[in-house]
């Protein structure tokens, strides 16, 4: 299920900033948000920024791409800062685990 488009309570926060620094790394919006609902997503390395958390985590979109997402909560509502293809290394991570 993706959020994007309109949806009466999106979990996803999203203004014209977000969306275009996202798809400044040849992701779409949509592609974020599947690789963050990726039942099979993992936890990645993130950082802080000033007194606001942030996340990161490894999932794959729909059609099986592999994206590094980080993101952080805002209003109860996740709010991804950026995504990119993940790196050969995170991919094998994600390709990998429980193994």
Known sequence: MVFTIAAARSPFQW???NRR?????????YEAEEAVLDLRRIGASA???ESERRWALLGATEE???LFVVFTRREGRIRII???DAELAEKRRYRGRGK
Do not use: I, L, S
Request: proline share 5%; hydrophobic share 40%; glycine share 4%.
């Open 21 to 29: 620094h996202v798809r400044e790394a040849d992701v779409e919006p």
């Open 15 to 17: 203004n014209e900033a």
């Open 82 to 84: 950026t995504a990119r």
């Open 47 to 49: 950082y802080a920024v």
């Open 64 to 66: 099986g791409r592999v």
